[in-house]
């Protein structure tokens, strides 16, 4: 349920900041609804990454010591952790370019998430990946 509250979230918002804003007196106007589909989305990604750590400790442990779907497991985790660092530096940079920049990163970084979970789950039931 967390995965997906922040995947429709994240979504959502990425269209809205692309195709939501209207023109205002002083340039583009965000969409009323972005800023709190961002909150919504920072607010979800806080239980989201415990449970993702605690899944990590006893599933990813498990399959790793029987030596299953290594590769696919480890890249999961480590975009999920560069999709947590990026994330949680868009609170703290301050500067226009670099908060574009980690933006841009952190919105690339949840599209190749959700290609390699879909990778990891469902090809793994079939055995078709490492």
Do not use: C, N
């Not at 939501?20 to 239980?47: D, M, N, Q, R």
């Not at 030596?67 to 530096?89: D, I, N, P």
């Amino acid at each position: 349920v967390a995965a997906a509250a922040l995947w429709l979230s994240g979504i959502a918002w990425m269209i809205l900041d692309a195709f939501g804003a209207s023109a205002g007196e002083f340039g583009p106007t965000p969409h009323p609804l972005a800023a709190p589909l961002l909150l919504a989305h920072g607010i979800v990604a806080v239980p989201a990454l415990y449970l993702f750590g605690w899944i990590s400790a006893r599933h990813s442990v498990l399959q790793w010591k029987q030596r299953q779907r290594r590769l696919s497991g480890a890249v999961f985790a480590a975009l999920l952790l560069l999709l947590g660092v990026s994330g949680f530096s868009l609170f703290f940079i301050s500067e226009d370019a670099l908060q574009r920049a980690s933006s841009v990163a952190h919105e690339a970084l949840g599209v190749l998430i959700t290609l390699s979970l879909l990778e990891h789950v469902f090809l793994g039931r079939r055995g078709d990946s490492p």
